[in-house]
């Protein structure tokens, strides 16, 4: 789609300055722009590039005056970069406004969708599945058997939702990402093989949640892994049967969270982090990548190390672990001295 500088300006409540017709039909960065792109300038670091750019219309702030000729079209905001964070919502809003249910796709007949549904093709939707409105399944999805999905959910090609999934409002569940699949359950018998314990529970995924590509999500031995409002996961991320995850938390890729752990509201957990299972972390607390955590972390805490202990102590003892050499060569020296 084609947008010119006075539709965007009205979208942003801007003002043009240049031509009000100038057309754009995708976004660049300000180093990169194009013919028909669109782009900002906020950070002075890319000061320079307005005067080079070849986007066709820029976004800048409302006191940028030029000291150069430049042929871009701007439009002034109060604040570039808010504004074009704002239209790069609008952006992915248009992008994903589809409708209808494409063929073949296999839906139950007693499925119950909301307006401005889109199924793609090659999708499956099972038995006794609620879907609200808005709703955008992308082609070779799985839906599995009564399945809750709420208002404004993007679920991207090829994921699977396995059946008893509960999903909030506005959630955006990536490519590969797998919901509900068994919890990773076995009992051990007395000949050393292993009987599989039944994985009866489901997962709830809450409002405004967002799941990276290839992440997977166990349903709950019994109850229910809980993922709470505003959770987002990276990409390729495990999480196990019964585990909380709190309010507003964000977790990097690669990360791994064992069964029955409970994880508090508004903590940043870095990439590749290992979290053994049946322990409690708190509300604020920050861990580091490629941390080991095997037991409970308090509320604000900042950890780091495998095993894991204070991020400060963690950044101390650094220094003496590459320095271990050379103390150990000088306690050496010393042994000499002495035994002499």
Not at 78 to 96: N, P, R, T, W
Request: charged letters at 15%.
């Amino acid at each position: 789609m084609k947008f010119t500088a006075e539709q965007i300006a009205g979208i942003l409540e801007g003002e043009v300055v240049g031509n009000p017709n100038a057309e754009v039909s995708r976004l660049s960065k300000i180093e990169e722009g194009t013919d028909g792109s669109l782009t900002f300038l906020s950070n002075p670091k890319y000061h320079n590039f307005i005067y080079s750019t070849q986007a066709s219309v820029t976004i800048v702030n409302q006191s940028f005056v030029p000291e150069a000729p430049i042929s871009t079209t701007l439009i002034k905001v109060e604040d570039a970069y808010g504004a074009f964070s704002k239209i790069l919502a609008f952006y992915d809003q248009v992008k994903h406004n589809k409708n209808g249910i494409e063929q073949p796709s296999s839906i139950s007949e007693n499925v119950k969708y909301g307006s401005d549904f889109y199924l793609g093709s090659f999708s499956y939707i099972g038995n006794n599945v609620t879907i609200g409105n808005n709703v955008k399944i992308y082609p070779n999805a799985f839906v599995g058997d009564n399945v809750v999905i709420g208002d404004n959910v993007i679920i991207f090609a090829g994921a699977r939702i396995y059946s008893e999934t509960i999903i909030g409002n506005y959630c955006a569940i990536h490519s590969g990402a797998i919901i509900g699949a068994d919890g990773f359950g076995f009992a051990p018998n007395a000949d050393g093989t292993y009987t599989k314990i039944p994985q009866i529970g489901n997962v709830i995924l809450e409002d405004y949640i967002d799941i990276g590509a290839a992440t997977t999500i166990d349903r709950a031995t019994m109850g229910s892994t809980i993922i709470r409002k505003g959770v987002k996961l990276d990409n390729q991320i495990q999480i196990a049967h019964n585990v909380e995850i709190g309010e507003n938390t964000v977790i990097a890729a690669q990360t791994g969270v064992a069964g029955s752990t409970k994880i508090g509201s508004n903590c940043i957990i870095g990439g590749q982090v290992g979290i053994a299972g049946h322990i409690t972390i708190g509300n604020n607390v920050r861990i580091q990548a490629q941390t080991g955590v095997g037991k409970n972390i308090k509320d604000g805490e900042i950890i780091q190390g495998s095993p894991a202990f204070g991020y400060n102590d963690y950044s101390k003892s650094y220094v003496h672990f590459r320095n271990l050499p050379k103390i150990v060569t000088e306690i050496e020296e010393l042994k000499k001295k002495i035994n002499k």
